[in-house]
């Protein structure tokens, strides 16, 4: 199964100059949580742009550019046809998750089943959005209230066949 998961400001804003425009801790102990000892989807950009690797999770990383490589994350894997990607995965029992950024979000969305969310607070400074997103695709399973941000667990109402 193949979940988003995001923070996500009142404008649907999700990064500044590569990076997150804000810093969360509980949000990012929360990902942490998540995803960790799971597969883990990125973007090239989204993933050089990590100031450390993520320990104990097998990453994908998806770029075009057939130069990229990766080095000193031998658990790290690189791929350059992302729908094929997400059409071989979709119905996997096990949970891959979508981590970023906007393009590889925009392009997962329809093969998405679940989508874990923060929704932070207010309006930021952003270069880039999640733009596709809308919250009536989903059913809230779980919600809960931090100071800064809520985080609601979602399972898309209508199942989508993406072919
Ligand atoms: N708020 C959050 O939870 C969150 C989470 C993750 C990331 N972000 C933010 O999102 C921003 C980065 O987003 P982004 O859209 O610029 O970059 P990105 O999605 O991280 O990475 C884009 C990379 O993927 C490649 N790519 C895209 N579609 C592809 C495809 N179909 N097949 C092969 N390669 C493909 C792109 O190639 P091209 O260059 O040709 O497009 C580019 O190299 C950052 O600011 C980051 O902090 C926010």
Redesign the pocket.
């Known amino acids: 199964m193949l979940i988003t998961i995001?923070?996500?400001d009142e404008n649907k804003g999700?990064?500044?100059?590569?990076?997150?425009p804000w810093h969360l801790k509980e949000d990012l102990q929360l990902f942490k949580q998540n995803t960790l000892h799971h597969n883990i989807l990125?973007?090239?950009?989204?993933y050089d742009?990590m100031p450390r690797k993520l320990k104990d999770r097998h990453t994908v990383v998806?770029?075009?550019?057939p130069e990229y490589k990766i080095e000193g994350d031998d658990d790290a894997e690189v791929i350059?046809?992302?729908?094929a990607f997400l059409e071989e995965h979709q119905y996997d029992e096990e949970e891959f998750f979508i981590?970023?950024?906007?393009?590889?979000y925009r392009?997962a969305y329809p093969y998405c089943q679940k989508a874990y969310i923060s929704f932070v607070k207010g309006e930021h400074e952003v270069d880039?959005y999640f733009d596709v997103f809308n919250i009536d695709d989903w059913n809230i399973d779980k919600e809960v209230e931090y100071d800064d941000f809520i985080y609601r667990e979602m399972s898309r109402k209508q199942p989508l066949m993406v072919k």
């Not at 998806?62 to 550019?65: F, S």
């Not at 350059?80 to 729908?83: F, H, I, M, R, S």
């Open positions: 995001v923070a996500i999700i990064g500044l100059k590569g990076k997150l990125m973007g090239q950009t989204t742009h998806c770029t075009i550019d350059y046809d992302l729908k981590c970023g950024g906007a393009s590889i392009q880039t």
